[in-house]
């Protein structure tokens, strides 16, 4: 098993996740451990293949409970459908488990910045995020910037990694961080 779980990191790695997913689709069931079970979720989610992604890991729930990347993977399939509380839910646990992994604490920013909006979770958030991984802090939010929706209120935002069709402003000067923005948000 272990050739396999290091082919999986080095596909990973290489963004081929269709060839994780056809890897551990030919194992047979009984082979399909909690860990490799997560991969292919993990692959599934980076496919944006969400939906099968979530059954996957709720068909490890049991296991996954006192685990900081499997709520982290179940937090991202769900921000990535949309399902923000639930998402913000799994965000918290994962750093109720890990308090020192940015990107949890990256997508509760997104999540009280753009979907929730709590103004103080969001500061909090901001504030763990800046302590824990002060490279992504930045890097995280350096081009992003409020735009208007339609009707002129500063809810909508669009980001440079979002769908085909987004479109982003860039802060006006470079290096600015968030806190820097939050009347905005």
Same mark, same amino acid.
């Given at each position: 098993?272990?050739?396999?779980?290091?082919?999986?990191?080095?596909?990973?790695?290489?963004?081929?996740?269709?060839?994780?997913?056809?890897?551990?689709?030919?194992?047979?069931?009984?082979?399909?451990?909690?860990?490799?079970?997560?991969? *292919?979720? +993990?692959? &599934?989610?980076?496919?944006?293949?969400?939906? @099968?992604? %979530? $059954?996957?890991?709720?068909?490890?729930?049991?296991?996954?409970?006192?685990?900081?990347?499997?709520?982290?993977?179940?937090?991202?399939?769900?921000?990535?459908?949309?399902?923000?509380?639930?998402?913000?839910?799994?965000?918290?646990?994962?750093?109720?488990?890990?308090?020192?992994?940015?990107?949890?604490?990256?997508? *509760?920013? +997104?999540? &009280?910045?753009?979907?929730?909006?709590?103004? @103080?979770? %969001? $500061?909090?958030?901001?504030?763990?995020?800046?302590?824990?991984?002060?490279?992504?802090?930045?890097?995280?939010?350096?081009?992003?910037?409020?735009?208007?929706?339609?009707?002129?209120?500063?809810?909508?935002?669009?980001?440079?990694?979002?769908?085909?069709?987004?479109?982003?402003?860039?802060?006006?000067?470079?290096? *600015?961080?968030?806190?820097?923005?939050?009347?905005?948000?």
């Amino acid at each position: 098993m272990e050739p396999l779980l290091e082919q999986i990191s080095q596909w990973h790695e290489a963004d081929q996740h269709q060839k994780i997913v056809d890897a551990i689709l030919q194992l047979p069931q009984e082979e399909r451990t909690y860990q490799i079970t997560g991969y *292919l979720a +993990r692959a &599934y989610n980076n496919l944006a293949r969400y939906e @099968e992604g %979530l $059954a996957l890991l709720e068909s490890i729930a049991d296991e996954g409970r006192e685990d900081w990347v499997w709520w982290y993977r179940m937090g991202y399939s769900y921000f990535r459908l949309s399902r923000f509380a639930e998402a913000e839910e799994a965000f918290q646990r994962a750093v109720a488990l890990n308090p020192e992994e940015g990107d949890c604490w990256y997508f *509760l920013c +997104r999540i &009280y910045r753009d979907s929730i909006h709590k103004p @103080e979770a %969001l $500061a909090a958030a901001l504030e763990q995020l800046k302590r824990v991984d002060p490279r992504e802090f930045y890097r995280s939010f350096d081009n992003m910037k409020p735009i208007s929706a339609p009707g002129g209120n500063k809810t909508h935002r669009q980001y440079p990694n979002g769908p085909e069709n987004s479109r982003y402003e860039p802060l006006p000067r470079p290096g *600015l961080g968030p806190e820097d923005h939050l009347e905005d948000w």
